[in-house]
């Protein structure tokens, strides 16, 4: 399955009772979405299941998967990711973006230097932020992605440019440039 046919929309975080449910954590912004998107398969896309929401659960949902009758069948699955067909999800406005869409873009910053690649887009709790790796970093840098600090998002062109507020990009750690 081409990577950009299908996105990553929920995880499997272990079984849910002793009758095959599993606790699914939603990626979605509605996360209840999650069960209008049809049947949801596995990365390698050799599985797919039909999913039934069955009831809220703290960090997520009790789902009832097509094909998962016991507890072992449901703790087998713990970690797997859940994909819908990118025909099947919303187009978003002009300004969102799915993260999948912005992995690997080339990182400039307002002057046209390139500072590296996105390598994840991340979510703690406090909104997104861009894992950038890139020359002259030992880890990648955390980037908030705001408005304000990445004013373009190029998907054309393959390419974010940053604004990033003073030492932002100073990694302490870095190899001293050549």
């Known amino acids: 399955m081409a990577k950009s046919d299908h996105i990553c929309v929920g995880a499997i975080m272990g079984a849910f009772g002793v009758r095959g449910e599993v606790r699914v954590k939603s990626f979605c912004s509605e996360p ?3 069960a209008s998107y049809g049947p949801l ?7 797919t299941y039909k999913i039934s929401l069955t009831r809220p659960v703290k960090t997520g949902y009790a789902v009832k998967l ?3 009758q016991t507890k072992e069948q449901a703790d ?9 067909p990118r025909t099947a999800l919303p187009n978003l406005p002009d300004d969102e973006f799915y993260h ?3 992995i690997g873009l080339t990182v400039m910053d307002t002057g046209g230097e390139t500072i590296g690649k996105i390598a994840a887009v991340l979510n703690h709790g406090a909104g997104d932020l861009l894992e950038v790796r890139g020359k002259g970093f030992i880890k990648g ?3 908030p992605f705001t408005a304000e600090i990445v004013p373009t998002i190029d998907l054309t ?4 440019i ?3 507020p003073d030492g932002l990009l100073d990694d302490p750690k870095a190899t001293p440039p050549d």
């Open 157 to 160: 062109s393959g390419r974010a």
């Open 141 to 143: 840098v955390l980037i």
């Open 32 to 34: 209840s979405d999650i």
């Open 162 to 164: 940053v604004d990033p």
């Open 66 to 68: 097509s094909g998962v």
């Open 100 to 102: 999948t869409d912005l």
């Open 41 to 47: 398969s596995t990365e390698d896309g050799a599985t």
């Open 76 to 84: 087998a699955l713990k970690g797997t990711r859940l994909y819908a």
